[in-house]
């Protein structure tokens, strides 16, 4: 008998000892500390009022692959909305089946992120909506061409008419990029962590509260924060310890290529992690398929510390939390081509 109790005791102690940690009975009101739930209606962006007509030519835009030389890459084809808004290739491959030198990042919520691209080299969207358009490995068009195409179909332009009233040639590449950022604006998913956050107790399990406690207690939350927990400020990605070559490749030095400031080598901005169980492979690199991998990776390069298997299974908890609901996004019909659409080229 008394041996049966020792070894109850002792299975007790061995149990207490792994259980998982409590979750802080504050775990809301810390959280709210650093995070901020998604709105329930579309945000606003900057000299770019929403409204239902550039929302729907956006869409129109995104989708549409005639804005490339080919004909075959649309925004779409690397930020596809059915698969977390992004392409799921270590980097994208575009134009002549080029191979791009990044990872693709998500589309959705990408409206919070401070500045957009991994070294935040575009402002805003409508600024950034601009650049696949015209890089030789992404859709490898002009300004130019574009215009071009959108003005030889009626169609879009009675849609950019009621996108842009008032306006007395409103097919323009600025007017293409704003209608884009204005569609871009409604791609906001919110998530289980989003209604935990708004007071709701149960839309999270227990192991996704104390990855989400831990989370702030390791660190993390100490770049990722915010809104989009991420995409706010910029860090060495090897704040402590360099990441592997493969990862880390030598050639791109982030932010250093944007400031041309010595500090900023190797520098990225933080990555935003909504939606990040959707979003493989990881990184700007694109090597990494597995997100406890990254996670894993996360520890020892930023903050200097081997994370057991338990702690990476209940960050990975929390980051599972933040998959939201991708809005439905029904697809439009086209404007056909005309006579004086200019041709693709290969
Ligand atoms: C980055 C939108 C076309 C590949 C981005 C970002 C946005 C975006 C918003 C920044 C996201 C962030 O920083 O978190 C668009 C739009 C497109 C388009 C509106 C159409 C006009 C494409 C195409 C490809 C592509 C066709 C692939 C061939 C990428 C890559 C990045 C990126 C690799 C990261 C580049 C870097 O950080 O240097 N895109 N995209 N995009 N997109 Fe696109
Ligand atoms: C990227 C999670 C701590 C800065 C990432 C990614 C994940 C992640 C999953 C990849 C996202 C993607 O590819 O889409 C975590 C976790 C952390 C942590 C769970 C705590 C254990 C930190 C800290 C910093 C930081 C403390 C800042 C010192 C960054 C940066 C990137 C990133 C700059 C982009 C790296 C790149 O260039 O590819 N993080 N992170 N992270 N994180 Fe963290």
């Known amino acids: 008998m008394k041996i049966l109790f020792t070894t109850m005791a002792v299975a007790l102690l061995v149990a207490t000892a792994f259980a998982a940690d409590p979750i802080p009975a504050d775990l809301r009101e810390t959280a709210l500390a650093n995070f901020?739930?998604?709105?329930?209606?579309t945000p606003a962006v900057a000299n770019n009022p929403v409204t239902p007509e550039k929302i729907s030519?956006?869409?129109?835009?995104?989708?549409?692959p005639r804005v490339s030389a080919s004909g075959v890459f649309s925004c779409n084809s690397c930020h596809n909305l059915a698969t977390g808004g992004d392409d799921n290739?270590?980097?994208?491959?575009?134009?002549g089946w080029q191979k791009?030198?990044?990872?693709?990042?998500?589309?959705?919520?990408?409206?919070?992120n401070n500045a957009q691209f991994w070294d935040g080299r575009a402002e805003d969207l409508k600024a950034q909506a601009k650049g696949p358009?015209?890089?030789?490995?992404e859709m490898a068009n002009t300004p130019g061409q574009v215009v071009a195409t959108l003005k030889?179909?009626?169609?879009?332009?009675?849609?950019?008419?009621?996108?842009?009233?008032?306006?007395?040639?409103?097919?323009?590449?600025?007017?293409?990029a704003k209608a884009i950022e204005a569609f871009e604006a409604t791609l906001v998913t919110p998530a289980p962590f989003d209604a935990f956050l708004n007071g709701d107790d149960a839309a999270m399990t227990s192991q996704q509260k104390q990855g989400l406690a831990l989370f702030m207690d390791k660190g993390c939350?100490?770049?990722?924060?915010?809104?989009n927990v991420g995409g706010e400020g910029y860090y060495p990605f090897g704040l402590i310890e360099k990441p592997s070559a493969d990862v880390l490749p030598e050639k791109d030095k982030g932010r250093f290529a944007v400031t041309n400031t010595a500090d900023d080598s190797y520098v990225f901005r933080v990555a935003p992690l909504r939606n990040v169980a959707l979003t493989a492979p990881y990184f700007h690199s694109g090597k990494v398929w597995d997100l406890k991998q990254a996670v894993a990776i996360m520890g020892t390069t930023q903050l200097g510390e081997e994370l057991t298997e338990e702690d990476v299974d209940l960050l990975v908890a929390f980051l599972n939390s933040l998959t939201g609901k991708v809005p439905e996004v029904a697809y439009p019909i086209l404007p056909a081509e005309t006579a004086t659409t200019p041709r693709p080229v290969s």
Not at 89 to 95: A, Y
Not at 221 to 227: E, F, K, L
């Open 221 to 227: 939350s100490s770049c990722h924060a915010g809104i």
């Open 152 to 176: 030889s179909m009626p169609k879009y332009v009675e849609w950019f008419n009621a996108a842009f009233p008032g306006e007395a040639d409103p097919v323009t590449f600025d007017d293409f």
């Open 57 to 64: 030519l956006g869409k129109a835009l995104f989708l549409d």
């Open 89 to 95: 290739l270590e980097t994208s491959i575009g134009h």
């Open 133 to 137: 358009v015209q890089a030789g490995v």
């Open 36 to 41: 901020k739930a998604l709105p329930s209606t």
């Open 100 to 112: 791009g030198p990044r990872n693709a990042p998500t589309v959705l919520n990408a409206v919070f």
